[in-house]
């Protein structure tokens, strides 16, 4: 099975400043790597598919890299909304998928 | 407008088995995948098996295997969640999302998500 650790386990952030969050995969995935929002008691949303490619409705501000085994998510001006958990998920190897424990972006 | 909504929450005992329904509108229920997600209380998110709605194969996650069966009703547009065996660590919100379009299944994300369906185990 495919690991995937996020890192930090917690992000403390301004609003209007910069949030990197960080994903890493213990084996290649190559692009195949998303990332959702999750805040609390709702549903996760899907933000970024194929490492990069943003969802429908998700803002410019939120954008993804990377490929292999190292991702990023950086939102480059973090508005009150930004707040919440964020996972990864790799789906390299089909129909398994594994999600990331998880980052929580929390107002500093 | 795709809307996933899902059966209300449930209370078991110990050794029972519950059954969750996600009932889909918006998209041509047969044309995708239709994934189960399992998140206990404070924790991450835990892949549970996904089902084409067409034929109604199944595959799902070794950690489950034997105790989840996740089936599909096509009249209806309902997905269907069973659990077996409950004990107290599967409380935990469970939800179906929208797996990949069956002609581009590498694309395996999951987009979007029912509200989620409480499940609480305790005797």
């Known amino acids: 099975e495919i690991v995937m650790t996020q890192s930090p386990a917690t992000l403390s952030v301004s609003p209007g400043e910069r949030a990197t969050l960080s994903c890493r995969a213990s084996q290649s995935v190559s692009y195949n790597l998303a990332w959702y929002q999750q805040k609390p008691g709702q549903a996760p949303r899907l933000l970024i598919y194929g490492a990069s490619t943003r969802a429908t409705g998700i803002p410019a501000r939120v954008s993804g890299s990377g490929s292999g085994t190292e991702f990023t998510l950086t939102i480059s001006s973090l508005q009150s909304e930004d707040f919440a958990v964020y996972y990864c998920q790799q789906y390299n190897k089909w129909p398994q998928v594994t999600f990331g424990g998880g980052t929580k972006v929390e107002i500093k | 407008e795709v809307q996933l909504v899902q059966s209300g929450a449930e209370v078991k005992k110990p050794g029972a088995t519950v059954k969750i329904s996600c009932k889909v509108s918006?998209?041509?229920?047969?044309?995708?995948?239709m994934h189960w997600v399992k998140q206990a209380p404070g924790k991450g998110l835990e892949w549970m098996g996904l089902?084409?709605?067409?034929?109604?194969?199944?595959i799902y996650a070794e950690k489950f295997q034997g105790r989840v069966t996740i089936t599909a009703d096509t009249a209806r547009d309902i997905a269907y969640m069973e659990l077996s065996s409950l004990r107290s660590e599967d409380t935990a919100v469970y939800y179906c999302?929208?797996?990949?379009?069956?002609?581009?299944?590498?694309?395996?994300?999951?987009?979007?998500w029912g509200q989620g369906t409480l499940v609480t185990v305790s005797s």
């Open positions: 999302a929208t797996g990949p379009l069956k002609s581009n299944y590498a694309e395996n994300c999951l987009d979007p």
């Open positions: 918006g998209y041509t229920f047969t044309d995708y995948y």
């Open positions: 089902v084409d709605p067409a034929d109604g194969e199944a």
